[in-house]
């Protein structure tokens, strides 16, 4: 699943330009605060996700997170941490956290671009549907811990399950 769509690349050395033109070609909703930050809202099946990007030139990356609209409750975030590991030890880019003063779970990834002219628009794409496919592959396992008072390895065990066919 592929949750971008195609734009013309232009070269631009401010690497949140690329990015804003693929959210844009999406009509995605976004806020572009800076030359080094921009958020956006992107839908996604089972919510709405709120992604933000920070350009740090010091360290030549691109650091990038993608929070669920989900606040984890202080009684479960010990079970959610428990969840996050087994999550990562799924994934191949990036991981998930949470942002422990919201109780945030949220995709994070960094893209290092030093020596470059920015990112790619392929590399943009990559990146957003990556986000998107991980988030939407796992959001399931943190309700059925946070709102269905299961343990993560039963979370885990019923988001891993694939669906086939149609109903």
Not at 4 to 28: C, G, K, M, Y
Not at 81 to 97: A, D, K, P, Y
Not at 135 to 153: D, I
Request: net charge negative.
């Amino acid at each position: 699943m592929r949750a971008t769509q195609h734009f013309e690349e232009i070269t631009s050395s401010q690497p949140l330009d690329v990015i804003e033109r693929v959210v844009t070609a999406n009509d995605w909703i976004f806020d572009r605060r800076s030359d080094v930050e921009m958020a956006a809202q992107v839908p996604g099946h089972w919510c709405d996700y709120s992604m933000y990007f920070a350009w740090n030139e010091d360290v030549g990356a691109l650091h990038f997170t993608c929070a669920f609209d989900m606040r984890v409750p202080a009684n479960k975030r010990e079970a959610v941490g428990r969840l996050l590991s087994q999550v990562n030890e799924r994934i191949w880019l990036g991981h998930f956290g949470m942002w422990d003063e919201e109780g945030l779970p949220m995709y994070r990834h960094a893209l290092p671009l030093r020596g470059t002219m920015g990112p790619t628009r392929e590399q943009t794409e990559d990146l957003l549907d990556t986000a998107v496919y991980e988030c939407e592959r796992f959001f399931p396992a943190f309700q059925f811990v946070v709102w269905g008072g299961k343990s993560p390895e039963e979370a885990m065990a019923a988001a891993m399950i694939e669906t086939v066919g149609e109903a």
